[in-house]
């Protein structure tokens, strides 16, 4: 028998797949509704802000060959709605479900106003602060480009939950490793990386940009071999487990990205070609762990042989 049960803080998980925030919606989503999400290692639920939004002009999303260009922004219907019509009945219905909510806003005190609701509310397991999205005109990568604002925004949050807490890095950084320091001293529990890539397309007819805000967060296979040099790199310098994203579409790719030094992974972009994709990476692990001769998913972590 394969094991691929992980712990990690506030995450008892079967598999290490889970949704990338926003891909499943709340879990409300037609894909969410395919399948029983305790096939899953975890739900992460889309960011949350204090109040409504309505995110960013149309068109949001451009599918490119290998990848896709979003700007959705953080369309949420504010925090205290966020728990009341979407937690709750989530909860209801997957009681045992490690649950993941994501946090956004527009200052440090937007962050710990979301961030102490949701973990007052008694129906997540942890937090991922979102300081790395690229389609917000405050706040999201603004913050998380600053070592020093990572650090003092961690350590605020830390002080008003109950939960663990995972920092999201942006990859549109200088050096991602300073960043991820800043949050393992500012006394976060883990690290999700990476958010997508900042990127803009255009179309040559119209000479305009593709997507309604021009620039937008690249994700999808474009960006694995990114996330994946990332990853190690931040692996060997903090101490903190890491959630891994960033074009993952296979078994294979889960195995490539724990090497690297994530213990757990998230699926995105997938989504757009298999509405399932996380339900079918996580039944084929094993099959793909079998294959290598690994007994225990957990002895993957970081051993990737360098040359």
Known sequence: MINTHITLPGLDLKNPVMPASGTFGFGDVPAAKKFDLNDLGAMVIKTTTPKATSGNPQPQ???????????VGLTNSGVDQVISEKLVPLRKQYPNLPIMASVGGDSESDYVEVAKKLSDSGLVNALEINVSCPNVAQGGMSFGVHPDVV??????????????????????VTDIVAIAQAAEKG??????????????????????????HNVGGLSGEAVKPIAIRMISQVYQNVTLPIIGMGGISSAEDVIKFMLAG????????????DSIASKHIADSLPVELEKLGIDDINDLVGQVKFN
């Not at 999303?61 to 700007?71: K, Q, T």
């Not at 961690?154 to 942006?170: A, E, F, N, Q, R």
């Not at 994530?262 to 070609?273: D, E, L, P």
Request: net charge negative.
């Open 61 to 71: 999303i451009a599918v490119l060959d290998d990848g896709v260009l979003n700007s």
């Open 151 to 172: 650090e003092e925004l961690t350590k605020k949050i830390k002080d008003v939950v109950d939960v663990p807490i995972y920092v999201k890095l942006t990859p549109n």
């Open 187 to 212: 006394g976060a529990d883990g690290i999700s990386m990476i958010n997508t890539v900042l990127g803009m397309d255009i179309d040559v007819q119209t000479r305009r940009p593709v997507l309604g």
């Open 262 to 273: 994530a213990s757990a992974v998230a699926v995105g972009t997938a989504h757009f070609n």
